[in-house]
C-alpha cells in the first residue's frame, strides 16, 4: 500500500518526463532497424550513422532516467531491462551480422562460427550481475562490438587478424579487467568526456572518407581510443594493488 501511495504522488508532469525518457530509449530500436535496412542494401555509411545516433542515446538516457527518477515514477516499467535489449542490438547483434557480411574473416562457415561466438559471448556481460565495479567501471570487455568491428572496418585486418582479435576481445569477456564508462565514472571525468568526443569526431570524418584519411585525424583517434584503454588497465592494476 505505501508504494502505492508513493507512485501516486508524483505529479502528471513528472509522469510525461518518465515516459519520456523511456520513449528516448526506445528511439534506440528505431535507429536499430535504421541501420539493419541499411546494411541490407549496403549503405554502410548511412548505417553507421544511425548506430552513431543509438550510441548518442545510450549515453545520455541513463543520466536522464536519473535525473526524472524514472524508476520510482514508473515501477511497474523495467528501464534496466529496455536499456539492454536496444545495447544488444546496437552494441552487439547487428554489428555481428555486419562483421559476417562484411568483415574478411575466411570462408563463410568460420565467419558464421565467428558470428555466433560474438552474440554468445556478449551474454556474459548482458547477465551479468557484477558488470559494473563499485566505481562504476565496466568488469570485463562491455560487448561493445560496434566499436571492434568498426576498427576491424577501417584497418581492413586480413582474415587472421580479425579472428584473432575477435577471439581475444571474447576472453576478456569474462577477465576482471576494468573498461572505462567515460559519462559515469567519476575519476578523469573531463579528460574522458573529451577523449570520447574527439574519437566520435574521428570516427565519423575516418567512416564519411574513407579509405583515405589525414595524418592528423588518424593519430587523434588512435590517442583517444588508447586513452580510454589505458584508464581501463590502470584502474585493473591500481585496484589489484590497494588490495595486495
Known amino acids: 500500500m505505501p508504494e502505492k501511495t508513493s507512485v501516486s504522488s508524483y ?3 513528472q509522469k510525461i518526463a518518465a515516459w519520456s525518457v523511456h520513449a528516448f530509449t526506445i528511439s534506440g530500436v528505431v535507429w ?3 541501420a539493419m535496412l541499411s546494411m541490407a542494401y549496403g549503405r554502410y555509411i548511412e548505417m553507421w550513422g544511425w548506430l552513431a545516433l543509438s550510441l548518442i542515446v545510450d549515453a545520455l538516457d541513463g543520466t536522464l532516467a536519473r535525473r526524472y527518477k524514472v524508476s ?8 534496466v531491462a529496455l ?3 536496444v545495447d544488444y542490438l546496437t552494441w552487439t547483434f547487428i554489428p555481428a551480422i555486419f562483421m559476417y557480411r562484411v568483415i574478411d574473416l575466411g570462408p563463410k562457415p568460420v565467419a558464421m562460427i565467428m558470428m555466433i561466438i560474438v552474440c554468445s559471448s556478449s551474454m556474459f556481460c548482458y547477465c551479468n550481475k557484477a558488470m559494473k565495479s563499485h566505481d562504476n567501471y565496466f568488469v570485463g570487455f562491455p560487448a561493445a562490438w560496434n566499436i571492434v568491428i568498426l576498427y576491424l572496418y577501417l584497418l581492413q585486418f586480413p582474415a587472421w587478424g580479425s579472428i584473432t582479435t575477435i577471439l581475444v576481445m571474447t576472453v576478456l569477456t569474462v577477465l576482471p579487467i576494468t573498461f572505462v564508462h567515460p559519462f559515469r565514472v567519476a575519476h578523469l571525468q573531463i579528460p574522458n ?9 574521428c570516427v565519423a570524418y575516418l567512416t564519411y572518407f574513407y579509405p583515405s584519411a589525414p595524418m592528423i585525424v588518424e593519430i587523434a583517434w588512435w590517442a583517444s581510443g588508447i586513452w580510454f584503454i589505458g584508464v581501463g588497465i590502470w584502474r585493473t592494476f591500481r585496484q589489484k594493488t590497494t588490495h595486495h
Open 83 to 85: 536499456d539492454l535489449i
Open 72 to 79: 520510482q515514477v514508473v515501477p511497474w516499467f523495467d528501464g
Open 32 to 34: 536499430a532497424c535504421l
Open 11 to 13: 505529479t502528471l508532469q
Open 193 to 201: 568526456i573529451l577523449a570520447t568526443v574527439v574519437w566520435l569526431l
